[in-house]
C-alpha cells in the first residue's frame, strides 16, 4: 500500500466491505433485486376491434372446375386482392388499436378510411367468389326480384355490365343490393369499396 494516499485506501476498503456485503447477502439467501426473475404480468388482450384477428376464407370452389374465368386468374385474384385486403385489415385495426390518446384526429381519419377500404374489400370479395359456379344463369328468388326492378333479366345485366365499364379500370365494384326503402333490388356503383359498409 505504499503509494496510496489515506484517503485512497479508506476508499478501497469502503468499497470493498460493501462488494463482501453485497456478496454475503446473496450467499445468505438474500436475494438482491437485480437477481429477482422479472416476471412481467400477461400482456393485456386488445379488444375484438382492435385485434386484427381476420380470417382468409378458402375459395368455395375448385377453380379448375370454374367456367368462363381461369383457374390462375381466380387463383391470383384470391391470392393476391382477397387475401392482401384481409392481412391489410387486420395491420389497420392493430394500429387503430395501438394510437395513443393523444393522436391527432388525421391520424384517425386516415386509418379509418383505410379500414373501411379494407373492410369492404373483404366482404365485396367473399360476396363474390360465393356467387361464382354453377351454370352462370339466374334463377330463383332473384329473378323475380329483378323483372320487377328492371323488366327483364337482360335489362339488368345491360345495366349490371355498362355500370361496371363506368368504373373505367379503376378499383371498385357494382354491387346488385336490396334495397330496403324501395323494397327492390338495384346495381349500385361502388368505386374504391370507400361507400358505407358492404
Do not use: C
Not at 69 to 91: D, P, W
Request: overall charge neutral; glycine content about 12%.
Amino acid at each position: 500500500m505504499s503509494g496510496m494516499t489515506r484517503r485512497e485506501a479508506v476508499g478501497m476498503l469502503i468499497t470493498g466491505s460493501v462488494v463482501a456485503a453485497l456478496m454475503d447477502f446473496t450467499k445468505g439467501g438474500v436475494v438482491m433485486a437485480e437477481d429477482t426473475p422479472q416476471t412481467s404480468p400477461a400482456p393485456l388482450q386488445p379488444a375484438p376491434a382492435y385485434r386484427g384477428a381476420n380470417q382468409i376464407k378458402p375459395l368455395p370452389f375448385e377453380a379448375g372446375k370454374l367456367k368462363g374465368l381461369s383457374e390462375k386468374l381466380i387463383t391470383s385474384h384470391h391470392q393476391n386482392n382477397y387475401s392482401g385486403a384481409v392481412k391489410r385489415l387486420n395491420q389497420i385495426q392493430q394500429q387503430i388499436g395501438s394510437l395513443p390518446k393523444d393522436a391527432a384526429p388525421y391520424q384517425m381519419g386516415s386509418l379509418k378510411r383505410e379500414e373501411l377500404i379494407a373492410t369492404n374489400s373483404m366482404i365485396l370479395h367473399e360476396f363474390y367468389f360465393g356467387n361464382l359456379g354453377g351454370d352462370g344463369k339466374a334463377n330463383g328468388t332473384i329473378v323475380d326480384l329483378i323483372k320487377t326492378h328492371y323488366g327483364t333479366v337482360e335489362a339488368w345485366e345491360q345495366d349490371f355490365r355498362f355500370t361496371g365499364m363506368s368504373l373505367g379500370g379503376g378499383s371498385g365494384w357494382v354491387i346488385l343490393n336490396y334495397n330496403p326503402r324501395e323494397s327492390a333490388v338495384h346495381n349500385y356503383w361502388a368505386a374504391d369499396h370507400t361507400h358505407s359498409l358492404a
